[in-house]
């Protein structure tokens, strides 16, 4: 994750990073956290999958966030 944020904020010179996330997945939220990423928002009922809707959990980075380091 650390790798594709500094390509991002790097190379390609982006100014925010978004992505999402089933809310009970929580190592994945709490690796997304320890990255940098903050929780914008809550999709209710965003996605169709496996026979039911599910709520997304939406979070995103802007390139004046990024921990440093050793953080």
């Known amino acids: 994750m650390n790798a594709l944020c500094s390509i991002a904020f790097g190379e ?3 100014r925010r990073i978004e992505l999402g996330v089933y809310p009970d997945n929580v190592r994945a939220l709490r690796t997304y956290l320890r990255c940098g990423f903050r929780r914008e928002a809550r999709l209710r009922s965003y996605i169709y999958h496996d026979g039911a809707w599910r709520d997304i959990a939406w979070m995103s980075m802007l390139r ?6 050793g953080k």
């Open 12 to 14: 390609l010179a982006a």
């Open 64 to 69: 004046g966030e990024r921990p440093t380091k």
